[in-house]
């Protein structure tokens, strides 16, 4: 967690829990089928550009699905294809399984450990504002949620979210 708020100081609530539920769930909330992933993916594909300053390819996520954002800017700036990413992203949706009481246990944790970093003062936001947001989306069921529009601002992801090790022939190559 502290590795992305180093990196995206803008986090707020919803952004911080949007980084524990794809580290918890995996990224199968993303795919309704491989068609529309794919026809999302050829979107987005065909209209990043250039890696961002400092960009790194793949991003850790905590949590036990074991997984990791791909970034897709510097993957396809390193010859990365589109196929390759949709294939891991498609795979990783099919292969992490959650059921609703485990997510819930997961996320109760990742929020008990944000309101401590958030007391702690290593957050953007206070622990009340992350209490609050955990517990209004607990009682939702945990669901997904989009980046905030103010992180999409700053940020611009462009990325993934595949299983460790999943695209490792092409991390040997960086």
């Given at each position: ?27 199968g909330?993303?795919?309704?089928s491989p068609?529309?992933?794919r026809a999302w ?5 065909a209209t990043i550009?250039d890696p ?17 954002r791909v ?10 294809t ?15 399984t ?5 997510l819930?246990?997961?996320l109760?944790a ?6 401590e970093?958030?007391?702690?003062g290593?957050l953007?936001?206070s622990?009340l ?17 989009h980046?905030?529009?103010?992180y ?17 022939p ?5």
């Open positions: 967690m502290l590795w992305h708020v180093d990196r995206y100081p803008r986090l707020d609530a919803a952004d911080l829990y949007k980084l524990a539920h794809e580290g918890a769930a995996g990224p909330h993303a795919i309704q068609e529309e992933a993916l050829d979107r987005e594909w550009g961002l300053p400092a960009e790194p390819l793949f991003e850790p996520l905590p949590g036990a699905a074991g997984a990791v970034n897709l800017r510097p993957w396809k700036r390193l010859g990365g589109e196929s390759d990413v949709l294939a891991a992203f498609v795979d990783a949706a099919r292969r992490v959650v059921d609703p009481e485990e819930a246990r997961r109760d990742s929020g008990g450990c944000l309101r970093l958030g007391e702690a290593l953007p936001v622990a504002e992350i209490r609050r947001y955990f517990e209004r989306l607990r009682q939702e069921g945990y669901p997904a949620v980046h905030t529009e103010g999409r601002d700053a940020y611009a992801p462009a990325y993934r979210v595949v299983l460790d090790g999943a695209l490792a092409r991390r040997a190559r960086e």
